[in-house]
């Protein structure tokens, strides 16, 4: 009913930059928030940018400065520009939000299939 689409991932060099794109699609009444969460191998999946309905963000430590993330609620989409990457920020990024469909009066999380971030030389 509700898809979460990931898109703009791949293989870039230190320093580089990446620019992820996610949309939401489907019986879509409204959306809360948006987020990027990442998940590298071994590793516990983790917050790294989240974005309400008015705009206030909110970024883990590791990406301040570097990461922004925004949206456009007439399209539905969220953004999470990556700039100065390093190898440490290789990982699978999913794109999370909190809404609420037109047959529900709940909000409920829904997650995208991941795309593959790849920082390397």
């Known amino acids: 009913q509700v898809q979460l689409v990931e898109s703009g991932g791949g293989l870039v060099q230190p320093g580089g930059s990446l620019r992820l794109s996610c949309v939401a699609s489907?019986?879509?009444?409204?959306?809360?928030?948006m987020s990027w969460y990442r998940q590298a191998p071994g590793k516990e999946r983790e917050l790294v940018a989240a974005i309400s309905s008015g705009g206030r963000t909110t970024y883990a430590d590791s990406v301040k400065g570097r990461f922004t993330i925004s949206r456009d609620n007439d399209k539905n989409m969220v953004y999470l520009q990556m700039n100065s990457l390093k190898p440490e920020d290789t990982a699978v990024y999913y794109c999370n939000a909190v809404l609420r469909v037109v047959t529900s009066l709940n909000y409920y999380n829904y997650w995208g299939q991941g795309t593959q971030v790849t920082v390397a030389s």
């Open positions: 489907g019986s879509i009444f409204s959306i809360n928030s």
